[in-house]
C-alpha cells in the first residue's frame, strides 16, 4: 500500500508499506493492506512503518529513524496529526 507523510515544512515520506502502526488519541493502531476505509485524529507519538523494501540511506531525513537490526523499519516522531486510508493509499498529515 502506498505511504505518503506530510508535514507544514515538507513530504517526509513516499513509498510502499506493508503495515503501519499509528499513536491514535485511544491508543495505538495498526493498518494493513486491503484495510477498510479510514479516518483518524493522532496524538503525539511514533508513527512506525514496516516497509515493502529496505530504505534507502539515500532517502535518509533527519525526521526518519531506520531501525538497525530490520532496515525495512522506520519510525518518525510526531506531534500529532491526521491519517486516512483508502484504497490502500495512507495519507498522514501531521505536525
Known amino acids: 500500500m502506498q505511504l505518503?507523510?506530510?508535514?507544514p515544512e515538507s513530504?517526509?515520506?513516499t513509498g510502499e508499506a506493508e503495515a503501519v502502526q499509528f499513536p491514535g488519541?485511544?491508543?495505538s493502531f495498526q493498518v494493513m493492506e486491503n484495510h477498510a476505509a479510514i479516518i483518524s485524529a493522532l496524538?503525539?507519538?511514533v508513527l512506525k512503518a514496516n516497509l515493502k523494501e529496505?530504505?534507502?540511506a539515500l532517502d535518509q531525513n533527519d525526521s526518519i529513524k531506520v531501525d538497525a537490526s530490520d532496515k525495512k523499519v522506520i519510525r518518525?516522531?510526531?506531534k500529532g496529526g491526521v491519517m486516512e486510508m483508502m484504497n490502500n493509499k495512507i495519507i498522514?498529515?501531521?505536525e
Open 4 to 7: 505518503e507523510i506530510i508535514t
Open 11 to 13: 513530504k517526509v515520506f
Open 25 to 27: 488519541l485511544d491508543g
Open 43 to 45: 496524538s503525539k507519538g
Open 54 to 56: 529496505n530504505f534507502d
Open 76 to 78: 518518525i516522531d510526531i
Open 92 to 94: 498522514v498529515l501531521a
